[in-house]
């Protein structure tokens, strides 16, 4: 008996023994922890392992025609710096692009951005398009501490203390606006008998702006500023409203769908002012095709119609090298896109800005890439700097956001095959604008 006892001892020694190196030794397919922010706390990468950065723009909705040329234009610039080298600082990491959809609602923004940053592991953001989107992410960026680049031009934005939000868009969007009216009525003899200003409800600040700016300059027969909703398909009592009040110029600032609906209803109620709106919506082909095509000849292809603003193709991208560069590229990739290269090309420069301080951090952590973010400079001719309204440079500011983004002003030609910028002059190349008194 005694013999026996001995060897069931042995046994349960050993058997012990072995559960005790077993739990020691965790299975590589084991999923990571998460610490108190959330995010991973897997070991850390071999220097040649993907990293991975969130493509987070709306590909449905009513902004999805701005968010699928943004995500086609950061799809192409993960490809470009995969093709040069990946990142050099990290022993040539390549860039895993993980798309998410915001599906041009704020909600469904924070949804994606949480599962990018804490399903994907994600160690930046690029976009989304919208200020509204913005607002659903900013939250989840701040809480898990990753970057996110996005299109928001609101400057409120960048006084309250986050420190993981950057914009690569203008902050004087509206006063540049004021500033191109001014121009055209001192040069062009716009009328300014009176203004009307408005704008969707996302983005009233601009039109906010655009007023305040006007009346410092000045102007003083300005129409306190109109709002809409965004998207909206029926705009029938707005123009019978700008047109009942004499409105001799009007600055529109909403998405492709609810200028649809405003070009319908000028043409319905033979009503053409002097027309400035924002050229994501009035200078892409989306709008264009959305439209009869007597209606678009007669209220796109008019004179005193303008597109002004930042993000929106025209001919002066192939004026600038670094432009014109990405454009030839991109073109080659996809042959048979329709997006707008504008946006396409705003979309790029944020994967390209990211991409940047990636390799100037030298580092993966998120952290250190909003802190090489915020020392942001690139210029001209670094092949990373390719979009045409931050050209020749791009640099970001402590706040997060950048200097250097100008604004483009253009029309539709005749045939409406093309945006023919014709502002600032010293951009715009021979183009003049078409008048008609």
Known sequence: MKRISSRFLVIHVIVAFLAIVSACQQPSGTAPTANNTG????????PGDPISIGLLEPQTGALSSWGLAKIAGMKYAVQVVNDSGGIKSLGGARLNAVIGDSASDAAKATAEAERLISSAGVVAIAGPVSTMEVLGVIPVTEKYHV??????????????????????MTMEMGASVAKFVDWLAKNH??????IGIGAANNVAYIGDEVAQTLKQMGYQNVMDPFTFAQGTTDQTALVEKLKAANVTLVVYWGTTNDTAAFMKASYAGDYYPWFLSNGTAFGVNALRDSIDPKIAQKTLARPNAFAIGVGYFNDAY????????FLDGFLKANPDTKVDLGLAETGAQSVFSIARAIE??????????????????MKAPDPYLVDAF?????QMLESGMSTNSKVFGAQWSDDLSSLQAFYPPDSAGANKPRIQR
């Open 189 to 194: 003899g716009a009328p300014t008998a009176k």
């Open 147 to 168: 970057p996110v680049i996005s299109s928001t031009g609101d400057r409120s934005q960048f006084g309250k203390g986050y420190q993981y939000l950057f914009s690569q």
């Open 39 to 46: 995010r991973s706390t897997a070991d850390p990468k071999s």
């Open 390 to 394: 931050n050209h020749p440079e791009i």
């Open 318 to 325: 192939w004026n600038i090298p670094g432009s014109k560069a």
């Open 360 to 377: 100037n951090a030298a580092s993966r952590k998120p952290e250190d890439i909003a802190a090489a973010l915020r020392k942001l400079n």
